[in-house]
């Protein structure tokens, strides 16, 4: 099973940037989209971006024209790159697959918290 690992997150003013990294413990990893997720207190976890085996990305209309993801295959990493934060991004935000849980990402990691205050 694939363990993955955020990092990166962490307490900006309202209109800061963070970077977000997920490291996966797979060589196989280029083969896989994957995804950035994000729980608020109180709230289902939800979909943030995606980004195919091919790099192609997407994301949710939130987070469009501020948020991009990216990924370095010869590092097994996924990036989050979040500019103009607001505090509506506040979360722990995760990495999976995408579809998230795919096999053989059968678990999801600690996450990362972001918290968005001034």
């Known amino acids: 099973q694939v363990q993955l690992v955020e990092s990166g997150g962490g307490l900006v003013q309202p209109g800061g940037s963070l970077r977000l990294a997920c490291a996966a413990s797979?060589?196989?990893?280029?083969?896989?989209?994957m995804g950035w997720y994000r729980q608020a207190p109180g709230n289902l976890r939800e979909l943030v971006a995606t980004i195919t085996s091919g790099g192609s990305p997407n994301y949710e209309d939130s987070v469009k024209g501020r948020f991009t993801i990216s990924r370095d295959n010869a590092k097994n990493t996924v990036y989050l790159q979040m500019n103009n934060l607001k505090p509506e991004d506040t979360a722990v935000y995760y990495c999976?697959?995408?579809?998230?849980?795919?096999?053989?990402?059968?678990?999801w990691g600690q996450g990362t918290q972001v918290t968005i205050s001034s």
């Open positions: 999976s697959s995408h579809p998230p849980l795919r096999r053989p990402f059968g678990s």
């Open positions: 797979t060589t196989s990893f280029r083969l896989y989209a």
